[in-house]
């Protein structure tokens, strides 16, 4: 597929050194929303990624080009090219091999992710809309909140569009499973990166299930009410930082950081390495949900296989069934915007 061809690694040089990078493919990767909060500490660390070779930068914000020429002078091999409002987005769609979303408005204090779905379903709406005609093979990873309504959304105009693939559309929902390792690797006196956690369910408040009882290392806590107090400490994340912002927004920086992760296991999967593993909000026949989040092994065309839940302790299982009809119902409401 023309969509999907990576781009060929050219040599470049820098001063008089010679160097050539490795003869790995490279991708373009397109971010929609890329001069926000999330956008612009995300389009920093994918100007460092190597598997990268064209950034393109969009958004409606009247500077985006100038995020794009500051970006631009970081002395790293990929190309940068800003894009900006409506008119400029086919071109910055076109040929992608990887659109990110983090376009829409973030939380204030006392708002919980549902009440940003007016604003945030019309806009990963209209983005997925311009997807379908313009780069039908792209993987889209969605930050947008709700995520739990967003990619039911991205999944619906795909369908009507007739290009609707349930392996290339994801919900990303790193920054759970990035705040658990940190929280458990402080419990447990670790470095947070040699944590393994998966958290599945989606992601907002209940939705969110840390499966501890599967974490490696296990982490130090046996009381119950301790494993309940990290469990709702994991699931109220988001909130904590939105109240310390105190109006200013949500997670940005970790979200930057996380959404660059996730992006790099999608590319990773896309360059044909194998086991590449990551948790995620995909269409799923895994729970009687039609999207879940759990481990997703990446590969060429997205999900290569879905690796579902695993065993889950009597809490875990609870856990479950409270996060499930609020789940569906955030599934529905994706849907019905659409239709
Ligand atoms: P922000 O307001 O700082 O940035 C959003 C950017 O999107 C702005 O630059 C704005 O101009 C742009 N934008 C708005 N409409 C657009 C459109 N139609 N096309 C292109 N760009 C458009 O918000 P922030 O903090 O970056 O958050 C973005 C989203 O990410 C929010 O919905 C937030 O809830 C969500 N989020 C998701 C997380 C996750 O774990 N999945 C974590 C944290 C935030």
Redesign the pocket.
Known sequence: SRALRPIATVAFQNGAKNFSTSPEMQFKVMV?????????PLSLLLKMDPLVSTLAL????PF?PGVAADLSHMDTPSKVLGYRG?DE?PSAIADAHVVV???????KPGMT?DD?FN??A??VR??TQCIAVHAPKAMIC??????NSMVPIASEVMKKNGVYDPNRIF??????IVRSRTFIGQINGVDPKTVKIPVIGG?SGVTIIPVLSQCKPAPQIQEQAKIDALTKRIQEA?TE?VKAKAGA????L??GW??AMFTHSVLRGLKGEENVVECAYVKSDVTEAKYFANPICFGKNGIAKNLGYGQLNAYEQKLLQIAMPELKKNIEKGEKFVK
């Open positions: 929609a929303g890329a001069a926000g909060g999330i956008g612009q969009y958004d409606l914000a985006t409506p987005l979303i983090p376009a829409g408005v973030p939380r992710r940003l604003v945030n019309s806009i209209d983005l969605i930050i947008t909140n709700p995520v919900g990303v929902t790193t920054l759970d992601h988001g930082v927004g949500s997670a940005t970790s979200m996380s959404g």
